[in-house]
């Protein structure tokens, strides 16, 4: 109930108000059925401004340290993902995370939509990064086809440590749905699920415009030893 009040009653109306959603492609969601949005990843606000203009609910996964704060702030962070329905991962290595991504696999198979970044972390400047297999692992255990989806600006509207938004029109675009059937199956065959998320990674590129990197965009955030 939280995030349909903060969608169309509390936050809802201003955020459309302020930053005026530009979308190109919204037409290539389904109506009904399970579908994978996969997305870059920019901005803290990325998760805000998708559900905003998303006529489904879509289901994200969000880092375990966004439900962990301390203080005010912390505690607001955590209500905001926990009212909008996030689910926390463990972004420590793969069989961490493979607890979110079963349940995004029982969301899928009620028919909703799971939303993912593939990159698993937000751009430290911009470009966008090699993507990990759990979003491959997803489409080939549920078989739901993948919408890829770019914020072209949200890095603009709200640049990584800065909390209060620039006023600016936010431009969100998505492509054509991703058909994976033909590796029915093959769950689990990490040559497949690496060319499946390359090719996701491709159609992001694409959309976006931006500029790919092929390597984890964690491992620039990590501190170089001493």
Do not use: C
């Not at 600006?153 to 969100?172: A, F, H, K, M, Y």
């Amino acid at each position: 109930m939280l995030y349909w009040l903060l969608k169309y009653i509390i936050l809802g109306p201003l955020l459309r108000l302020v930053f005026r959603p530009q979308v190109e492609g919204r037409e290539h969601i389904p109506d009904t059925g399970p579908v994978i949005l996969a997305s870059n990843h920019l901005s803290f606000s990325d998760s805000i401004f998708t559900p905003l203009i998303v006529k489904r609910k879509v289901t994200f996964i969000a880092k375990a340290e966004y439900f962990l704060g301390k203080g005010i702030k912390g505690w607001l962070t955590k209500m905001f993902f926990v009212g909008s329905g996030a689910i926390p991962v463990d972004r420590s290595g793969g069989r961490a995370a493979r607890a979110a991504l079963d349940t995004q696999l029982e969301v899928l198979r009620a028919g909703g939509i799971a939303g993912i970044y593939p990159e698993g972390t937000r751009s430290p400047d911009g470009r966008l990064y090699r993507g990990k297999t759990g979003v491959a692992r997803l489409a080939l255990e549920s078989g739901a086809p993948v919408v890829p989806m770019v914020l072209l600006n949200s890095d603009e509207i709200q640049p990584t440590g800065q909390l209060i938004p620039n006023l600016g029109r936010v431009r969100i675009r998505f492509g054509r749905p991703l058909d994976f059937s033909r590796y029915a199956g093959m769950a689990g065959d990490r040559f497949v699920e690496r060319a499946v998320t390359d090719e996701i990674m491709y159609e992001l590129m694409e959309l976006s415009g931006r500029e790919y990197v092929d390597t984890y965009a964690q491992k620039l955030k990590q501190p170089v030893p001493a």
